[in-house]
């Protein structure tokens, strides 16, 4: 049934199989700023989400009723194809028992579920989307999220996935909203973009960590973030400056996954082992923003992003980047920030960005205070919760 776009205070569910503190993906890390929004704006939130390492059934986080439910998580974001199953009956359970305003589902596992009894009971549903894994090509690319032998499925399950029909689709930047009409052949109308929130306040209030660094990488490791090329960008630099007598580049790597013991290798094969501290996956979100505030440059030679939240994150910490330039990226970064960006798998050039931000004090200090004032300007907490609430009004008027 249409209706008038709702100004009173709603109730918000949302969708995702992990959730803060347990799990620190960039699609956590956003709802987690969202949901607390929400709930200063006067609006109710619940989250549900699977079980998590130590999590209660139910517990209260700044304001937000999380819901933890399904299989437990010992490993996140780790889980098996069978816990994916049953978390996805547990979505139906739920939504078969209460009736939110509006639902926020965050793809891949529960998006199917959550569609399926909105869908049956008339519950406005929005679909959050992140990115895409295919290629210009239509085909899927080489370091998407699927493993070697499946990912020729990515594609068409991702047809299948992002062409039900919610009541509204939601994603984080006009690159992925491109994607999603060129390659999934979505429409226009359906989709809104709202570009993430940084809790700015909170990265202010976080002390750099003590023992500053020159370079530093951030993400998790795996193929498509390529933490290789951060190693390789060390070593070419760090011969250069030892050739002039200079002391060699202090290095830094954050992250967990598949390729960390590879990764580590790697340091060595590329001579920089002794210049690197390898903090891995730390458990503290509050300690990851620590360890970039004390660094010169974040380093993300990433091929796929939706957003590139940690870009937004180094620009709030007073960090200066360098970076791939993909279409999300760039679209983070704006016109102001583009020469901080490389071709993709231009190594070199991404070489040449990270030595001039290194060796260059003033333009190193230009790219920072440009930086800030991008974040504040584009990325505030609550002009994205608003910009969002603003989205779940279309999903209810609609719905």
């Not at 305003?101 to 009894?117: E, K, M, R, S």
Request: hydrophobic letters at 45%; a neutral charge; charged letters at 20%.
């Amino acid at each position: 049934m249409r209706g008038s776009p709702v100004t009173t205070a709603m109730h918000v569910l949302i969708v995702s199989e992990m959730s803060p503190p347990y799990a620190t993906g960039g699609g956590e890390k956003r709802y987690a700023i969202l949901a607390r929004e929400l709930v200063k704006l006067g609006h109710q939130v619940n989250w549900l989400s699977m079980r998590q390492k130590d999590s209660a059934d139910a517990e209260e986080v700044d304001g937000v009723c999380h819901l933890h439910v399904g299989p437990r998580i010992v490993r996140p974001p780790v889980r098996s194809f069978f816990a994916k199953l049953r978390f996805m009956l547990s979505v139906i359970a739920y939504l078969a028992r209460n009736r939110p305003d509006v639902v926020d589902c965050q793809t891949y596992a529960p998006l199917p579920a959550a569609w399926f009894i909105c869908k049956l009971r008339g519950i406005p549903l929005v679909a959050t989307i992140h990115d895409t894994s295919t290629a210009s090509s239509n085909k899927p690319v080489a370091d998407q999220w699927m493993s070697a032998w499946d990912g020729w499925l990515a594609g068409f399950v991702e047809r299948g996935l992002y062409r039900l029909s919610y009541s509204r689709v939601l994603t984080v930047s006009e690159a992925v909203k491109d994607m999603l009409v060129q390659r999934m052949g979505l429409a226009q109308s359906s989709i809104s973009v709202v570009p993430n929130g940084i809790d700015i306040g909170a990265i202010e209030s976080i002390a750099p960590h003590p023992s500053p660094t020159d370079l530093i990488f951030v993400g998790r490791m795996v193929p498509h973030k390529h933490p290789e090329v951060f190693l390789e960008v060390a070593a070419r630099l760090s011969a250069g400056r030892k050739d002039q007598g200079l002391k060699p580049l202090r290095l830094r790597m954050i992250g967990g996954g598949p390729l960390a013991t590879s990764i580590r290798a790697h340091a060595d094969n590329y001579g920089v082992s002794e210049e690197l501290e390898w903090l891995g996956e730390l458990e503290s979100h509050s300690d990851v923003i620590a360890h970039v505030k004390s660094a010169r440059v974040l380093v993300l030679p990433s091929t796929r992003e939706g957003f590139g939240l940690v870009l937004a994150e180094a620009m709030a910490c007073g960090t200066a980047f360098a970076a791939y330039s993909i279409a999300p990226v760039a679209e983070t970064a704006g016109p102001e920030l583009a020469d901080c960006l490389a071709m993709p798998a231009d190594l070199g050039q991404l070489a040449r960005v990270v030595s001039l931000l290194v060796e260059d004090a003033d333009c190193w200090a230009e790219r920072v205070a440009l930086g800030k004032a991008r974040v504040r300007e584009k990325f505030g907490a609550e002009s994205f919760a608003r910009s969002t609430i603003g989205v779940y009004q279309i999903a209810i008027s609609t719905a």
